[in-house]
């Protein structure tokens, strides 16, 4: 049985956009927090302390900065410099979402002085 050149066609440009909608899709879902396990993976890969410090000052991170975490950071040979970026990227992150919640969701107010 043979299928004729037009019906072959016609299925691709039903399936073909389809497909590339789905993977683009894929490739542009919004990445994870970065977490403790994450930089202890980056540590013992041999990355260098700045690489791992861009990577946190550069994403979203969900940290577990507890006493205990940190201790633990230490012990898996994370750097002091990395856990410090660490927690600063914490402050950071709570200084943003303390500021925004003064302003109103984060809209600015004008006003004058005199």
Request: glycine content about 6%; overall charge neutral.
């Amino acid at each position: 049985m043979r299928i004729p050149v037009a019906c072959i066609l016609c299925l691709a440009f039903v399936c073909v956009p389809g497909i590339t909608a789905v993977a683009a899709q894929q490739t542009s879902a919004v990445p994870r927090p970065l977490t403790n396990q994450d930089v202890v993976q980056m540590a013992r890969a041999k990355f260098d302390d700045a690489t791992i410090v861009k990577t946190i000052e550069t994403h979203t991170a969900s940290f577990d900065l507890s006493v205990e975490a940190l201790l633990r950071l230490k012990d898996a040979g994370v750097s002091l410099s990395v856990i410090q970026a660490m927690l600063v990227d914490q402050w950071r992150e709570k200084d943003i979402q303390r500021t925004a919640g003064n302003n109103g969701g984060g809209a600015c107010e004008a006003f004058t002085v005199f």
